[in-house]
């Protein structure tokens, strides 16, 4: 088997979705702990911000389609399960054990039997913190590749086109129409809007569908005024309710800019630069353990980042959460046995 080429558009475009991550969790818990104590236009711009950070997670699962469904790239089920399901199991429980221990440090507990049943009863049932709920839409997908790459593999481009047709229509349209009113009776036994990101992300980086970088870019413009001018309504005139066409993957407006965003990215001919490899290889453990600083920094520190020049202030504890999850990571990395998890 022939050893796939480094891609370097798709290192940079996971290490700013990381970041746009970092940053998405960041806001979310400022405005969770100290949103009652911000003026509206705080709260508003805020708000903005997450709605228009939400491209980060579709843009990772896009990458994920267009490397695993190649198909040139040749996945037995052995492997899958080994190399991919269990890796992924591997370190949900670990940072469910991780966030346990935590916990009850800060909280000043006492480490007992129980602590031990709240790991399990964390892993099982998906009541650890809540970013892990990535781990299992991952476990999902690839549980699922062998049937999508029997898809990729067999079908013709137009096939591959109607069906992303049909899971955008069925998937992000209809659901719209549901929320602003039009009830549509049609369905398909499909409820999650991930699939038509993985197949998306293969079409678009293998060709079957394609875009110019003015396309792309006029998509992200277009989507990105848009998330701003609803976001603005939904605040202004509460009675509208647009929180699921804004704040939601499967919204038309985060789906064009996702496109948009993985497509543009994806078409710039990138320098070979062995840093953004190297930087490319920590996001994993970056997205699995960023939170840690994060929670430390707005609620144990009560750090209110609204305080004294907001932008500037986020900007640098964003900043600062990136950079200590990053050394972090290497450092985990150096750890026998826990290096594996991350």
Known sequence: MVKQEPIYSFYYLRTISCLGIVLLHFMSGAIGLYGSVISQNELLISQIILNLLLWCVPCFVMITGALLLDKNKQLSLDKILKRYVLRILEA?????????????????????LYTVIQVFLDFFQGSSWSHLWYLYLLIGIYLLLPIYKVVTKGASDKLIKYLLLIYFLFL?????????????????????????????GYALHHGIISLKRYQSFFMIVLSTLCIIFLTIVNQENSHYNLGNVLSNYSSVFVIVQSIGIFSLV?????????????LDVL??????????????????????????????????????????????VVILKKVPIINKFI
Do not use: Q
Not at 100 to 112: A, L, N, Q, R
Not at 189 to 197: D, G, L, Q, R
């Open 172 to 200: 992000s349209v209809i659901p719209m129409l549901e929320t602003i009113g039009i009830h549509i009776a049609f369905y398909i036994m499909v409820s999650s809007v991930y699939p038509f990101y993985l197949f998306f």
């Open 266 to 278: 994806d078409s710039i001919k990138w320098k070979n630069r062995e840093w953004i490899k190297k």
């Open 92 to 112: 949900l429980l670990f940072c469910c054990i991780i966030f346990v221990v935590y916990d009850v440090i800060v909280h000043k507990e006492s480490f007992d």
């Open 283 to 328: 996001t994993f453990g970056v997205y699995l353990i960023h939170m840690l600083f994060i929670r430390s920094i707005l609620k144990y520190l009560s750090i209110n980042p609204f305080l004294n020049l907001p932008v500037v202030t986020i900007s640098l504890l964003v900043i600062v959460v990136f950079i200590l999850s990053l050394l972090t």
